[in-house]
């Protein structure tokens, strides 16, 4: 409430109305600022949680949505306080970052009424501007585009001439390039199943069938394919590759519930140690989890696979040309949860000499394959040899059956794969590089409930691979997907093919 002090009323109930109001007002900003405080510390508690020791005990995306809604409550409560009217709470309160460089400018100039001073009456004149920003959303919009196609005809011969249709993604289908990317984004990106997205289109009064956009998918997916496969042979190229696999419930029509499927991910990244080659990552659908599956990707593979701990990567040892890189993070994990579960002296000393383990890693990230190398048999490496001795040690003084002996056994059973990281300077030190590629199929298991047959999997897969690559490059997934496919129907040379891999495309599109 706003009080001019040099008129205040003389009526003495009218004084008592004001202090009386002033009082509410006070307790009612009091309350405020209370509710501000409570909400804020939940938030503070919640990013201790995420960030802090016990981050692992949390779903990453039910801890998303409590940030949500938390923020909302804050905001909601901020917007009943008073404007601020201290310059530098305002400046607290208002600061942003700029707004991106490449999005369109649509100005909306606010100028004064009169031309002259309304003090004195004089001649006003420009002396400057002040330039604020927001931030606004214009809906997407769908739109027809008519292709026109005149005839000619030849009086003298009777003959007809007219240019060619252009070719459809889709045949005799109506959806675009620019669609059918939008719509494989949104599936499995952005994690929007198809009838969500019909109910999409319909509010924007266009009636477009589930089913019409799953045959959609299936037509853009045809095109993709070769894509994937040329991905598979770069991944398989290397010497290094992460392996893990992944649940995905599948729809068994013939029992009347689903199957567990998997899908298995491979995927390389040298930027770590400084490597020439891009980063990639491919996935392949599989009805089940048996060893004969990775056997089966890794046939003409020789080199170092970095895994987690299931037993059926062993196979693919038997030839002689593989050999396998265990993760350090599986083995830490094992002494986390005994940590948390019983505050174990032991299970807290091993999780502190892997972290001396990581520390060292992380001076040593993006230098050349040799130098980590150097490094490792220097600092790392005494490091290593003494936990295994400690470790037996500890194994001999606790009881066989416990959690905390599981976690040591785990960690000695794995360690000469454990240790191949001191060997080769190309190796990580875990496997999470493919953990991060596997996490959106999470996230899109949760949203899609389930992958409508063998073959939608399988569907899954090809996009997935383009998309997780995509993304490793720094490459915009919608832009991508639309402007390969358009080239791809449009005839583009299957003996350039390398050309539209996700790093090649980024490279000539910057160029052009």
């Known amino acids: 409430m706003d009080i001019d002090l040099a008129a205040l009323p003389d009526d003495v109930e009218t004084l008592q109305r004001l202090v009386r109001s002033l009082a509410v007002e ?50 909601f409560v901020e917007a009943k306080l008073p404007p601020a009217t201290d310059k530098a709470d305002k400046a607290q309160r208002f600061d942003r970052s700029s707004l991106p460089t490449h999005l369109p400018r649509e100005d909306m100039q606010l100028d004064i009424e009169h031309e002259a001073c309304p003090c004195c009456g004089g001649l006003l004149h420009l002396i400057g501007e002040t330039v604020s920003e927001m931030l606004d959303h214009v809906p997407a919009r769908l739109r027809v585009i008519r292709i026109r196609r005149p005839r000619y005809g030849c009086r003298a011969c009777g003959s007809i001439h007219q240019a060619p249709a252009p070719e459809r993604p889709i045949a005799k289908g109506l959806a675009t390039p620019g669609l059918l990317a939008h719509v494989l984004v949104s599936k499995y990106c952005d994690h929007l199943p198809l009838y969500r997205q019909s109910q999409i289109f319909a509010r924007q009064g266009v009636e477009l069938d589930r089913s019409t956009l799953a045959n959609w998918v299936g037509g853009a997916v045809w095109w993709l394919e070769p894509l994937q496969a040329r991905l598979a042979e770069h991944v398989f190229a290397s010497q290094t590759l992460f392996a893990d696999d992944t649940p995905i419930p599948v729809l068994d029509p013939g029992r009347g519930r689903t ?74 994990r094992k002494f986390y949860d005994v940590h948390e579960a019983t505050r174990s002296p032991i299970a807290a000393e091993a999780l502190s000499r892997i972290a001396e383990l990581y520390a060292i890693e992380a001076t040593i990230r993006g230098q050349s394959a040799q130098a980590r190398l150097v490094t490792r048999r220097i600092r790392s490496l005494p490091l290593v040899q003494t936990m295994k001795v400690w470790l037996a040690a500890q194994l001999n003084r606790i009881p066989p059956k416990g959690a905390l002996a599981d976690a040591i056994r785990y960690a000695l059973a794995r360690w000469e794969a454990l240790c191949r990281f001191l060997g080769d300077g190309r190796i990580e030190l875990d496997n999470n590089t493919v953990e991060r590629a596997i996490r959106p199929i999470a996230l899109g298991r949760k949203n899609h409930l389930f992958a409508g047959s063998d073959g939608g999997a399988a569907r899954w897969a090809v996009i997935a691979s383009l998309l997780a690559t995509a993304k490793l490059n720094d490459v915009e997934p919608f832009a991508y997907l639309r402007d390969v496919l358009d080239r791809m129907s449009n005839g583009h040379p299957m003996a350039r093919l390398d050309d539209l891999l996700p790093w090649n495309w980024a490279r000539i599109t910057a160029a052009a």
């Not at 170092?304 to 040892?317: K, N, S």
């Open 26 to 75: 006070r307790t009612a900003l009091s309350d405020a600022h209370a509710e501000i405080e409570r909400l804020r510390l939940i938030i503070q508690k919640l990013q201790r949680s995420q960030f802090g020791r016990r981050a692992e005990q949390l779903d990453d995306d039910q801890l998303r949505l409590g940030f949500e809604d938390l923020e909302a409550d804050l905001a």
């Open 259 to 332: 199957k567990t499927g998997r899908l298995w991910v491979y995927a390389r990244d040298d930027r770590p140690w400084n490597g020439p080659e891009p980063p990639a990552a491919v996935y392949f659908y599989s009805p089940d989890r048996r060893s004969e599956r990775p056997a089966a990707h890794l046939a003409k593979f020789k080199g170092i696979v970095q895994v987690d701990g299931y037993p059926g990567f062993e196979r693919l040892t038997d030839r002689g040309d593989i050999m396998l890189a265990a993760c350090w993070a599986h083995a830490r």
